[in-house]
């Protein structure tokens, strides 16, 4: 996973940094075999994580911004992306290098009412996930606000979508 110099918390610091509103705890890197299968099917591929949950959650999912920032064509936010029935199932920051987009493409992500991976599908733009990384964060940890009461541990991945070429966005999805 990822190139072998790359620097998680480097990584992880300089996506947030823009986000006043957004704290991020503790995070532990993991291998994929330290997962528990849902997460692994959940996390470990190539796919845009839109049409991942929707199948896995046999729902559409909607997208909410809580938080963005955009300095010149760089453009943070903070989402969380919820089933038809308002349920939260995957809470995350995504940074979008928006001169890397078509015209009509950085429209329909700022006008932010859809999913990115839906975005980019319907515009055809050729993409390839790069998975960066995984990491864990323990139950306890977990702010209630993203996804409830959580005995769980929350699972993520740090990854880059090269659109047409180019890295053009940089993820933090936890599921």
Not at 102 to 122: M, N, Q
Request: net charge positive; hydrophobic share 45%.
């Amino acid at each position: 996973m990822g190139p072998p110099d790359f620097q998680a918390e480097a990584f992880l610091n300089d996506l947030v940094l823009p986000l006043q509103g957004f704290a991020l705890p503790k995070v532990e890197l993991v291998a994929p075999s330290d997962l528990p299968l849902v997460a692994q099917n959940l996390l470990v591929h190539q796919f845009h994580m839109t049409v991942t949950l929707e199948a896995h959650h046999h729902s559409p999912l909607a997208v909410k911004v809580l938080e963005r920032f955009q300095s010149g064509d760089a453009y943070t936010r903070r989402i969380c992306l919820s089933t038809d029935l308002a349920k939260p199932v995957l809470y995350g920051v995504v940074r979008i290098h928006l001169n890397f987009c078509k015209p009509e493409v950085k429209k329909a992500i700022l006008a932010e009412a859809e999913p990115l991976g839906r975005i980019l599908i319907r515009h055809c733009v050729l993409t390839r996930i790069e998975l960066l990384g995984l990491l864990r964060i323990r139950s306890e940890r977990v702010p209630k606000a993203w996804f409830g009461p959580r005995e769980k541990d929350v699972y993520g991945r740090l990854a880059v979508i090269h659109c047409d070429g180019k890295a053009a966005v940089e993820l933090l999805e936890l599921i």
